[in-house]
Nanobody
Framework: VQLQASGGGLVQAGGSLRLSCAASGRTFIRYVVGWFRQAPGKEREFVAAVHWAPNGAYYADSVKGRFTISRDNAKNTVHLQMTTLKPEDTAVYYC?????????????????WGQGTLVTVSS
C-alpha cells in the first residue's frame, strides 16, 4: 500500500487547510486511515481517524470541533479539513493505514505511512 499526503502549506492563524491522503496498491474496503502530526522535538501524536463503518470518525480533543475527517472509498482518498487553525497546529502531518479494529489512536496500529506534509500556522 502506498500513501500520498498532500495539501499542506503556510496559513495564518484562524485560517483553513484541507489535507488529502490518497491510497494506492492493495487496499481493502475495511481499513482505517488516520492522521497524525509531529512537531519539532515532539512525539508523533494522533489527530483524527476514520473507520470504514459509517460515522466511524475519531478525533483528538485538541482538534474536535475544528477538524473534520472524511473518506471517499471510490477514490481511496481521505481528507482532513482543518479550520480555525492555531500556531500550535504547526507540524508535519502524516497519514497512516491500518487494518486494526481497536487502538487506532495509537501510531503502533498503523502498517503504512505517507511521506508527510508540512502545515505551518503563523500567528
Amino acid at each position: 500500500v502506498q500513501l500520498q499526503a498532500s495539501g499542506g502549506g503556510l496559513v495564518q492563524a484562524g485560517g483553513s487547510l484541507r489535507l488529502s491522503c490518497a491510497a494506492s496498491g492493495r487496499t481493502f474496503i475495511r481499513y482505517v486511515v488516520g492522521w497524525f502530526r509531529q512537531a519539532p522535538g515532539k512525539e508523533r501524536e494522533f489527530v483524527a481517524a476514520v473507520h470504514w463503518a459509517p460515522n466511524g470518525a475519531y478525533y483528538a480533543d485538541s482538534v474536535k470541533g475544528r477538524f473534520t475527517i472524511s473518506r471517499d472509498n471510490a477514490k481511496n482518498t481521505v481528507h482532513l479539513q482543518m479550520t480555525t487553525l492555531k500556531p500550535e497546529d504547526t507540524a508535519v502531518y502524516y497519514c497512516g493505514y491500518s487494518r486494526a479494529r481497536t487502538g487506532i489512536t495509537g501510531k503502533g496500529a498503523y502498517e503504512y505511512w505517507g511521506q508527510g506534509t508540512l502545515v505551518t500556522v503563523s500567528s
